[in-house]
């Protein structure tokens, strides 16, 4: 158990565990599961890749009907897999439109990956204050350049970032 609740603190939780309220006793209320949580077996969670879909015209001609049913089976895989974050966002909007402005943002156990970096670039639109700090972990030192040139494309300038090792707390 590492974290204590600070008041006035939101959390927008990737992971798809009631963790922060089961753990910490964090409020449902202060936890978005941007990508849903599961409840029951039939939870709908939000899984996928950053992958582009395939173009839908795409003509490979092969010729054999085994690699012809095979690629029409990986596509059909990359289609119902490809996460939408635009529409994510689009439908918690809400929360991204915020009036509330932090000076600390808190990233523990991400991967800061290509996926999820529009969501990272939305909150240093709508809610961060102009000297907010970045408190971000890692798993190994090796996660950290990583880690900078992500925060990087989203306009966070490295002197406004900390790294702290999550084995460390």
């Known amino acids: 158990k590492c974290l204590t609740e ?6 927008l939780n990737f992971n798809y565990t009631p963790t922060l309220q089961n753990l910490y006793g964090i409020d449902d209320e202060k936890v978005l599961h ?3 949580r599961v409840v029951h077996e039939r939870s709908e969670i939000i899984l996928g890749h950053a992958v ?20 029409d089976l990986i596509t059909q895989y990359y ?3 490809h996460k939408s974050t635009a529409s994510v966002i ?17 990233i523990m156990g ?3 990956s290509d996926v999820d ?12 204050q102009k000297n907010t700090r970045w408190y971000v972990s890692y798993y190994s030192a090796d996660e950290i350049a990583s880690h900078r040139r ?3 494309k989203c306009s966070i300038s490295d002197n406004k970032v900390s790294f702290f090792r999550l084995s460390d707390l």
Do not use: M, W
Not at 6 to 11: G, L, N, Q, T
Not at 117 to 128: M, S
């Open 150 to 152: 992500n925060l990087e």
């Open 6 to 11: 600070v008041k006035d603190s939101y959390y």
């Open 79 to 81: 289609v119902s897999t």
């Open 52 to 71: 582009g879909k395939p173009p839908s015209n795409l003509d490979l001609g092969y010729g054999d009907v085994r690699l012809d049913e095979a690629y």
């Open 90 to 106: 689009a439908k918690n909007q809400a929360f991204f439109n915020s009036l509330d402005k932090y000076n600390e943002i808190i």
């Open 34 to 36: 941007i990508h849903n």
């Open 117 to 128: 970096l529009p969501y990272i670039q939305q909150i240093t639109t709508n809610l961060c």
């Open 110 to 112: 991400h991967s800061l």
